[in-house]
């Protein structure tokens, strides 16, 4: 069974054991500020398994797309990704321990196939301190649903994962007890910092064995579940939420326990095929039998490299299927930075010109399957990031050039401070440059980031003080409101050109936190009509919420190709910040400017225009607010 096929099954087996399939949330969640992206598939249920009544009943289940950047700098050994699939499934106060410990197991077993002797699993081993007992119950549950299958099921106290490194595992151990630390869960983790009132509880995980051979007993110490090492590989846990924890720190017993589940589709697919690699499965093997294709190189002496960017670019992609466009900020920062690292690792392979037109439309395969409700944007995702892939081909091409004429140039290490002129005079970001280094063995100062954030102090400091005294020509500071009247600006500009006359362009402005002054060329005064309808096409572009994303570009590039508006092309320098709103392709609006500006326009309010009037020959003049 390929990976794909495993997901349907899943969602099928758990369909008959009575469960309601529902949609996965989107990576990106809405009205969640705690987080980047959906880490899990329990993450948009939290509030039922906090007590809330689902809309469709108490057994649920679905394949939830996750992403966890925390783990980016671990991708390149045999398991780790920042983009994994979490089958799941819940019980809301019906199931318990006996039904998920069973279908689990038979669902691993009997309908993906796995050998059951490969199969091994912990629990919880109980916290005096707290007053809560070792789940005994999980692990006699365990042992009678391996002696169904004729195997003797032998209990280990392990205790500390640091136990299980010098113990290791003895004949005929199958279930082990551990601590909080491994097979408890609460939001906050261990028992001493379950939050008070939450719901907690043990949960038991379940690992496949891949073999002896794969143990480093050198690096990770002798073999066990919870050990590092790839001998055992967690590709499942049931979360037991049992407990909640009362104001004076003490746990109490739920009288309506839930279940929570989730298994991980690679690693289930891994063990499928038996290989502790989980870039040998479906989802991967195509994008890395590509890699080799354009490279020229194989993937056992390449694993690192591929398995980067196989990673990063199924990531990039389900980002950009569910409309989220690279940027300097947040989630569309993230989504920038992993395109970019899978570029950087393609120049390792000797992939020196664009190649994602190649590789994306084999990831964009892979993912058929999950529904055009959660990838609403698949049609223009493989668009979104040959553009940013171009882009920093040559943000790329400048930053490299100049980061070996520095190294040339210095005898001793690079400092921070040269970090930092390498991102602000040639857009070359810091990280990009350290990784750089590392590849390349060159040496960094062993301050470098307190130098490189010194550095960016002291051009604020300049900026600040550089801006005194020049509020006619543009912002009275760099507030929130304030942003927000700079943005709707560019809105307000666009919609004159569109409406009024093509050939207007901006004459002059004044921005505060309180209302936008704005001149342009006009030599007649505005109608009331012509009035309306801009004021109008600005608030149904505020309504439609478009993204607001800048991008540096050679001046050349910026004026010929992206036909963008500027009005002092010989002044501006050779590299310039470019801000686009809305669609990359039929953008709203595109302006040379050096920002700030906000993200998406839905948070701009509502734009009014109060007056319309003269300012001087040929130049008009308006004065606007949001409400």
């Keep these: 069974m390929n990976a794909n096929e495993i997901r349907q099954k899943f969602l099928d087996f758990q369909v008959k054991k009575g469960h309601k399939i529902i949609q996965p949330a989107p990576l990106v969640l809405e009205n969640d500020p705690t987080t980047l992206f959906t880490g899990s598939g329990m993450q948009p249920l939290l509030p039922y398994l906090l007590g809330e009544p689902h809309p469709d009943g108490t057994r649920l289940t679905d394949s939830q797309p996750s992403m966890r950047l925390q783990d980016i700098e671990d991708v390149g050994d045999p398991r780790h990704t920042t983009v994994f699939e979490m089958l799941g499934n819940w019980s809301l106060g019906d199931y318990f321990k006996e039904e998920q410990i069973h279908n689990f197991f038979e669902f691993l077993t009997e309908v993906v196939g796995l050998d059951p002797e490969k199969i091994y699993v912990t629990c919880f081993i109980g916290n005096e301190k707290y007053g809560i007992p070792k789940d005994t119950e999980s692990a006699e549950i365990w ?32 279930i082990f007890f551990y601590d909080d ?9 261990g028992c001493e ?96 039998e590509k890699l080799e294709e354009i490279s020229g190189k194989s993937y056992d002496n390449n694993t690192d490299e591929m398995r980067v960017i196989a990673d990063h670019l199924r990531g990039a992609y389900l980002l950009a299927a569910q409309g989220l466009v690279p940027s300097n900020k947040t989630q569309g920062y993230a989504l920038r930075r992993l395109i970019r690292r899978a570029i950087l690792r393609a120049l390792d392979l000797g992939i020196a010109s664009d190649f994602l037109a190649e590789v994306v439309p084999i990831v964009a395969k892979n993912y058929t399957d999950l529904s055009d409700e959660i990838l609403a944007h698949r049609e223009d995702a493989l668009g979104v ?57 060159i040496a960094l100062s062993p301050k470098y980031r307190e130098e490189f954030e010194a550095a960016l102090s002291e051009q604020r400091e300049r900026s600040q003080t550089a801006s005194k005294g020049m509020f006619k020509g543009g912002l009275e500071d760099h507030g929130e409101q304030t942003v927000k009247y700079h943005t709707a600006t560019h809105l307000l500009l666009a919609a004159l050109q569109k409406l009024v006359s093509p050939d207007i362009a901006q004459k002059g402005s004044n921005i505060t936190a309180e209302r936008v002054r704005f001149d342009f060329n006009l030599d007649h005064k505005m109608t009331p009509e012509e009035i309306v309808a801009v004021e109008k096409q600005v608030n149904d572009w505020i309504e439609a919420d478009l993204p607001v994303v800048y991008d540096e570009y050679e001046k050349a590039y910026a004026k010929d190709t992206l036909k963008a508006h500027g009005q002092f092309w010989e002044k501006y320098p050779n590299v310039l910040k470019v801000y686009t709103i809305g669609d990359f392709d039929a953008p709203v609006s595109r302006e040379v400017c050096g920002g700030p500006h906000v993200e998406h326009t839905g948070v701009l309010g509502h734009f009014k225009i109060k007056k319309e009037e003269s300012s001087s020959a040929g130049v008009r003049r308006i004065k606007a607010v949001l409400e």
């Design 143 to 174: 042992q009678k649903v391996f002696a169904e299958v004729g195997i003797e099921a032998k209990i280990a106290e392990i205790g500390t994962a640091e136990n299980g490194d010098k113990r290791g595992i003895k004949p005929g151990e199958r």
């Design 181 to 189: 630390h491994e097979n408890w869960w609460s939001r906050g983790g």
């Design 193 to 288: 910092s379950t939050p008070i009132g939450d719901p907690c509880g043990p949960d038991s995980e379940v690992f496949y064995d891949f073999g002896e051979d794969k143990q480093d007993v050198e690096k990770y110490g002798l073999a066990h579940p919870a050990s590092d090492g790839a001998r055992f590989m967690e590709i499942g846990n049931s979360v037991f939420m049992q407990y909640r924890r009362l104001p004076d720190g003490t746990f109490e017993e739920l009288e309506k326990k839930n279940v929570d589940f989730g298994g991980g589709l690679e690693r289930i697919s891994a063990a499928a095929i038996g290989s502790f690699d989980v870039f040998k499965i479906s989802l991967m093997k195509p994008i890395i």
């Design 385 to 441: 990031l040959l553009r940013e892939e171009s882009a920093f081909r040559k943000t790329l091409n400048r930053g490299l050039k100049e980061l070996r004429k520095i190294t040339k140039e210095s005898s001793a290490t690079l400092s921070g401070y040269d970090l930092f002129k390498l991102q602000d005079t040639y857009g070359f970001p810091m990280e990009l440059s350290v990784e750089e280094c590392y590849r390349e063995g």
